[in-house]
């Protein structure tokens, strides 16, 4: 990881978070630590002054923020973790498509308090950890399209 600021739209904000630059670095990061999440966002300046997520559909605020575990489950086996942290990433790369790229991921820790409507953990004490490079959301496709499988992004 490097500890310059991230491209895009929220490199104003935490410029001395590290950056993952591949998807082998967040896969290395993910065998590091625990707990850790992928949250596609304006960025941690953005969400900790506002500590909780709004469900799109209703506009019901929540009591955490939404995020996504990185944690290998167990029945992943000893399969790739590269193709792994790639499919977390990959089911909702779409995001910054969707909302004109005003978003990116950004890995942290966080204390699960509840689970959205999409089952998802919604995060109390956020601690930002890492920028995600769009570089490595471009890896998780090209890793993803590699599969036999036709996937596609979760669309909610």
């Known amino acids: 990881m490097t500890h310059t600021a991230g491209r895009g739209a929220a490199t104003h904000d935490h410029p001395d978070l590290p950056t993952v630059r591949s998807l082998h670095e967040l896969g290395e ?10 949250r596609w966002s304006r960025g941690p300046a ?3 002054d506002t500590t909780r997520s709004v ?3 209703t506009g019901i605020p929540m009591p955490g923020l939404s995020a996504n575990p990185l944690r290998v489950e167990s029945w992943w086996g000893d399969r790739s973790l590269r193709l792994w942290v790639a499919r977390r990433l990959y089911d909702y790369c779409h995001l910054r498509r969707d909302r004109d790229g005003d978003i990116r991921p950004w890995t942290l820790h966080g204390r699960e ?3 959205g409507p999409d089952n998802e953990p919604l995060l109390a004490d956020i601690v930002p950890v890492s920028w995600i490079d769009p570089a490595v959301i471009k890896e998780a496709e090209a890793e993803v399209a590699r599969q036999r499988r036709p996937w596609g992004p979760m669309r909610r």
């Open 55 to 57: 469900d799109w559909l």
């Open 113 to 115: 308090v509840a689970r």
């Open 46 to 48: 953005h969400d900790l």
């Open 29 to 38: 990061l993910v065998r590091r630590r625990e707990a850790l999440y992928v």
